[in-house]
Nanobody
Framework: QVELVESGGGLVQAGGSLRLSCAAS????????MGWFRQAPGSQRELVAT???????VYRDSVQGRFTISRDNAKNAVYLQMSNLKSEDTAVYYCAMTGAVVVGAQFPVDYWGQGTQVTVSS
């Protein structure tokens, strides 16, 4: 069992920045894909960004160029740097981990974090 704990959410004005962090309870990072999902009220949870075992990164189109995902295996952490935030980025953001190979938007989640709220005011 792995516990994922997110932090860094909050209220920010449109155009601002936030950095989300996710810490894992044990060191299994080298064998896993990590990802960030988000879920807005009344919407389905969607994949925002992934970082592979080799550091390869993939983003959904709507955040490309504004968000950056990164991982620090030594610290058992993954981050999501969000810049030029828009009102449509408002959601609960979830950290996720999988031991499977991620292909495109197919991310079979093994573990979820509890989520952190991001609210962007216009």
């Amino acid at each position: 069992q792995v516990e994922l704990v997110e932090s860094g959410g909050g209220l920010v004005q449109a155009g601002g920045s936030l950095r989300l962090s996710c810490a894992a309870s044990r060191s299994i990072w080298r064998d896993n894909y990590m990802g960030w999902f988000r879920q807005a009220p009344g919407s389905q949870r969607e994949l925002v960004a992934t970082v592979g075992r080799d550091g390869h990164k993939v983003y959904r189109d709507s955040v490309q160029g504004r968000f950056t995902i990164s991982r620090d295996n030594a610290k058992n952490a993954v981050y999501l740097q969000m810049s030029n935030l828009k009102s449509e980025d408002t959601a609960v953001y979830y950290c996720a981990m999988t031991g499977a190979v991620v292909v495109g938007a197919q991310f079979p989640v093994d573990y979820w974090g509890q989520g952190t709220q991001v609210t962007v005011s216009s």
